[in-house]
């Protein structure tokens, strides 16, 4: 196979997960899902690893990378069976993630998986939105463990309804999980359409050269940063329950085409909901490594296989059952991209950007009565300037790659008006080229509800880098009173929710 020929093979099963993508968005009915496109799409070979994916969500696909070899290895498959399972500790990310798994047989031989992860808004969670301040998994929704939805094509309907029946709109989880296991069944076909065109052994063959070939330009990149060790701290905000000024602490050690990130130091887990697995730093890690790779590097595990990580066990970064999770997977992945850059800067400045907002400040409402209702975002903010030029404004930034929720379909489907939604002007740091600015994003509700809030980067700012200024920190307001950074809020009709999202670090002195 020639350089033309892994090209277009590498993009024909990219777009398998481009169109798996396309089916979720159409055929989904929660808002967040169909409007937020809060959802990722892959391609696994027989033994769980990664082979292409879409350019989803970083935080999904990172984590599923990191994690789909543990899952298929534990389970006997046969065709046309459906897996399921959102628990952290079992390869998940945190339990609103629900991943569905297919195999993709050729006669009696399993060739790859399908799978996709989908952002429920709604997973069980005593707390609308399903994003409690929570500090036990159990306290956080459903868990599923891996299991069955589908054998040899046969739906488990005791198992469906007992997923749908633990939230409060049954349609639209039932809507939700339909459509995951369609956006499947495409990929399926797809992917059976490439590989009789390439024959089993053709295939799996073009799967070893691609890995290859990702690895040479991941070795090559790497080979670029000087050797040597590289230390960097930066804190998570708090935990919710009291805990504040909580470490993340990396020694990177760089030599010849390999990289490894050793997070010893970094705080314990904590009671509040701040946790994640390990899976969930590696989402991290490969993510800052990947935007160092140059464009045509193939989304596969070979990219990642110069790349090594640990942290202790028990730590905020792998932490143990049954450890809250919930804001883990949004929050503490945002910071350890942070942790990661700092490192990086010291050894590549000029191809390092400040920090971004260091946030996905979520926000999760709804209400539980006769008219229940759920409804969970993230909101954009700064990203931070680097040597080319300034920070963008107003844009999800690093592990969140999700739309904004139009408001005319918040508005159209939820008991809530937005008053304002503009950028925050001055909010980035200053330099030679400014932080991008946050957003305002402010909600009037028109009935009772019940709000979350877990956000960061509420108490210390985004750092500036080669003299630059510091982002503007974010502030949480209801009725124009500060209420910090993690929250869980009832809220009345006519009062009014404000999010100022935090700034990006400026880039070098402004002469």
């Given at each position: 196979m020639d350089v033309i020929e892994l090209s277009i093979f590498s993009n024909r099963i990219a777009a398998v997960c481009e169109e798996m993508g396309a089916v979720l968005a159409r055929t989904s009915f929660s808002p967040n899902i169909k409007d937020r496109l809060d959802f990722s799409?892959?391609?696994?070979?027989?033994?769980?690893?990664?082979?292409?994916?879409a350019a989803h969500i970083p935080v999904h696909l990172g984590s599923m990378a990191y994690a789909m070899r543990s899952i298929v290895s534990q389970v006997e498959w046969r065709r046309d069976d459906v897996l399921v399972l959102n628990d952290p500790y079992l390869g998940g990310t945190h339990l609103p993630d629900v991943t569905v798994i297919s195999p993709v047989f050729v006669g009696t031989r399993l060739i790859a998986f399908i799978a996709n992860r989908a952002h429920h808004a709604d997973i069980g969670a005593q707390s609308p939105g399903s994003m409690p301040v929570s500090t036990h998994l159990d306290e956080e929704g459903k868990i599923i463990p891996p299991s069955f939805l589908y054998q040899r094509g046969k739906l488990d309907e005791a198992f469906f309804q007992s997923l749908v029946d633990a939230v409060s709109n049954p349609a639209q989880a039932r809507g939700d999980f339909s459509a995951q296991v369609s956006a499947n069944r495409v990929g399926v076909s797809r992917l059976l359409e490439l590989i009789a065109g390439r024959g089993e052994d053709g295939f799996i063959k073009a799967i070893a050269l691609l890995n290859d070939y990702a690895q040479r330009l991941a070795e090559s990149v790497i080979e670029q940063i000087p050797d040597g060790v590289y230390h960097y701290t930066d804190y998570m905000d708090d935990d919710g329950m009291g805990q504040s000024d909580i470490p993340i602490q990396l020694k990177l050690e760089i030599s010849g085409t390999q990289a490894r990130l050793d997070f010893s130091g970094t705080a314990a887990q904590v009671p509040g909901n701040?946790?994640?697995?390990?899976?969930?730093?590696?989402?991290?890690?490969f993510y800052v490594f990947r935007c160092l790779m140059p464009d045509q590097t193939p989304a596969c595990a070979g990219a990642f296989r110069p790349i090594t990580l640990s942290a202790p066990e028990g730590c905020l970064l792998n932490a143990r059952r049954p450890a809250a999770v919930a804001a883990g997977n949004v929050e503490t992945s945002s910071r350890v991209v942070d942790v990661v850059m700092g490192a990086l800067a010291q050894a590549i400045p000029e191809q390092m950007a400040a920090a971004s907002q260091g946030t996905m400040n979520?926000?999760?409402?709804?209400?539980?009565?006769?008219?229940?209702?759920?409804?969970?975002?993230?909101?954009?903010?700064?990203?931070?300037?680097h040597?080319?030029?300034?920070?963008?404004?107003?844009?999800?930034?690093?592990?969140?790659?999700?739309?904004?929720?139009?408001?005319?379909?918040?508005?159209?489907?939820?008991?809530?008006?937005?008053?304002?939604?503009?950028?925050?002007?001055?909010?980035?740091g200053k330099g030679l080229h400014r932080g991008g600015d946050g957003l305002i994003r402010e909600y009037e509700f028109l009935e009772d509800a019940q709000v979350t809030l877990l956000t960061e980067r509420r108490k210390r700012s985004p750092w500036g880098m080669n003299g630059g200024g510091e982002g503007e920190k974010g502030v949480n307001k209801l009725n124009g009173k500060d209420v910090g950074t993690k929250q869980n809020l009832k809220v009345k009709a006519g009062d009014v929710l404000t999010i100022e999202t935090p700034g990006g670090g400026g880039w070098g002195e402004n002469s």
């Amino acid at each position: 196979m020639d350089v033309i020929e892994l090209s277009i093979f590498s993009n024909r099963i990219a777009a398998v997960c481009e169109e798996m993508g396309a089916v979720l968005a159409r055929t989904s009915f929660s808002p967040n899902i169909k409007d937020r496109l809060d959802f990722s799409c892959a391609v696994f070979d027989a033994q769980g690893e990664l082979v292409a994916q879409a350019a989803h969500i970083p935080v999904h696909l990172g984590s599923m990378a990191y994690a789909m070899r543990s899952i298929v290895s534990q389970v006997e498959w046969r065709r046309d069976d459906v897996l399921v399972l959102n628990d952290p500790y079992l390869g998940g990310t945190h339990l609103p993630d629900v991943t569905v798994i297919s195999p993709v047989f050729v006669g009696t031989r399993l060739i790859a998986f399908i799978a996709n992860r989908a952002h429920h808004a709604d997973i069980g969670a005593q707390s609308p939105g399903s994003m409690p301040v929570s500090t036990h998994l159990d306290e956080e929704g459903k868990i599923i463990p891996p299991s069955f939805l589908y054998q040899r094509g046969k739906l488990d309907e005791a198992f469906f309804q007992s997923l749908v029946d633990a939230v409060s709109n049954p349609a639209q989880a039932r809507g939700d999980f339909s459509a995951q296991v369609s956006a499947n069944r495409v990929g399926v076909s797809r992917l059976l359409e490439l590989i009789a065109g390439r024959g089993e052994d053709g295939f799996i063959k073009a799967i070893a050269l691609l890995n290859d070939y990702a690895q040479r330009l991941a070795e090559s990149v790497i080979e670029q940063i000087p050797d040597g060790v590289y230390h960097y701290t930066d804190y998570m905000d708090d935990d919710g329950m009291g805990q504040s000024d909580i470490p993340i602490q990396l020694k990177l050690e760089i030599s010849g085409t390999q990289a490894r990130l050793d997070f010893s130091g970094t705080a314990a887990q904590v009671p509040g909901n701040i946790n994640c697995p390990l899976s969930v730093a590696a989402a991290a890690v490969f993510y800052v490594f990947r935007c160092l790779m140059p464009d045509q590097t193939p989304a596969c595990a070979g990219a990642f296989r110069p790349i090594t990580l640990s942290a202790p066990e028990g730590c905020l970064l792998n932490a143990r059952r049954p450890a809250a999770v919930a804001a883990g997977n949004v929050e503490t992945s945002s910071r350890v991209v942070d942790v990661v850059m700092g490192a990086l800067a010291q050894a590549i400045p000029e191809q390092m950007a400040a920090a971004s907002q260091g946030t996905m400040n979520n926000v999760a409402m709804g209400s539980r009565g006769a008219h229940s209702w759920d409804y969970y975002e993230t909101i954009g903010g700064g990203m931070g300037a680097h040597s080319k030029g300034d920070g963008l404004s107003a844009v999800q930034t690093h592990m969140t790659n999700t739309l904004n929720t139009p408001i005319e379909s918040l508005e159209s489907h939820y008991p809530i008006r937005v008053t304002r939604y503009e950028i925050r002007k001055g909010s980035g740091g200053k330099g030679l080229h400014r932080g991008g600015d946050g957003l305002i994003r402010e909600y009037e509700f028109l009935e009772d509800a019940q709000v979350t809030l877990l956000t960061e980067r509420r108490k210390r700012s985004p750092w500036g880098m080669n003299g630059g200024g510091e982002g503007e920190k974010g502030v949480n307001k209801l009725n124009g009173k500060d209420v910090g950074t993690k929250q869980n809020l009832k809220v009345k009709a006519g009062d009014v929710l404000t999010i100022e999202t935090p700034g990006g670090g400026g880039w070098g002195e402004n002469s």
